[in-house]
Nanobody
Framework: VQLQASGGGLVQAGDSLRLSCAIS????????AGWFRQAPGKEREFVAA????????LYADSVKGRFTISRTNDKTTVYLQMNSLKPEDTAVYYC???????????????????WGQGTQVTVSS
């Protein structure tokens, strides 16, 4: 399984961006995908996740109500729609995926097997 993230850029506070994560290779119904971000000098933090089966989602409190994670029906692309962006959202965003992740572990980076390269999101004030 390979992941390719795209869609980052430089925007102003209040703007929107949509990140995409193209997933190649076979995944099963037990997979989940997540977005994480890492700002300079900080640890990688959870942003949002979605499970293949049922499409249940989980969000970090810091993005709840502003970001939306979704996937295509064929599970080849995962999106992160980011609205009302803030300067503190500036980071490199990574997509990830893996099998057998229980709901309570969706926010844990080590739960994911596969990672894409990051895409930079910069929000100016």
């Amino acid at each position: 399984v390979q992941l390719q993230a795209s869609g980052g850029g430089l925007v102003q506070a209040g703007d929107s961006l949509r990140l995409s994560c193209a997933i190649s290779g076979r995944t099963s119904s037990g997979y989940a995908a997540g977005w994480f971000r890492q700002a300079p000098g900080k640890e990688r933090e959870f942003v949002a996740a979605i499970r293949w089966s049922g499409g249940s989602t989980l969000y970090a409190d810091s993005v709840k109500g502003r970001f939306t994670i979704s996937r295509t029906n064929d599970k080849t692309t995962v999106y992160l729609q980011m609205n009302s962006l803030k300067p503190e959202d500036t980071a490199v965003y990574y997509c990830s995926a893996g099998p057998g992740i229980i709901y309570s572990s969706l926010g844990v980076p080590s739960s994911y097997t596969y990672w894409g390269q990051g895409t930079q999101v910069t929000v100016s004030s």
